[in-house]
């Protein structure tokens, strides 16, 4: 069983960059797809990014290509999210979350996805 714990939330000004991070622990990073997932106020988590085992599949929320980034280092058992020229509406608590997969494939369904972390509280201001 891995265990997720993200960081790198905070203030930001719109226009300004975050880098989120997550380290794994307890298991391979290696075996699980892992993507980010965000959650507003009274909305719904919605699917960010994911990126497959390997690394050789990515996907991103069709509005947010462009500005915010993937990356992850296996041997570090770490996954990032770089995000840039945030706005307002990028405001939420962010969720990085491991998909065990056998297949070089991103989900973006959130019931797909097998552990969580606890989250990190994005918050840009206009």
């Known amino acids: 069983q891995v265990q997720l714990v993200e960081s790198g939330g905070g203030l930001v000004q719109a226009g300004g960059s975050l880098r989120l991070s997550c380290a794994a622990s307890g298991g391979t990073l290696s075996s699980y797809t892992m993507g980010w997932f965000r959650q507003a106020p009274g909305k719904e988590r919605d699917f960010v990014a994911g990126?497959?085992?390997?690394?050789?599949?990515?996907h991103y929320a069709g509005s947010l290509a462009g500005r915010f980034t993937i990356s992850r280092d296996n041997a570090k058992n770490m996954v990032y999210l770089q995000m840039n020229s945030l706005k307002p509406e990028d405001t939420a608590v962010y969720f990085c979350?491991?998909?065990?997969?056998?297949?070089?494939?991103?989900?973006?369904?959130?019931?797909?996805?097998?552990?969580w972390g606890q989250g990190t509280q994005v918050t840009v201001s206009s």
């Open positions: 990126m497959s085992r390997r690394g050789l599949t990515t």
């Open positions: 979350a491991a998909d065990l997969s056998l297949m070089e494939m991103v989900s973006s369904i959130a019931d797909e996805y097998d552990y």
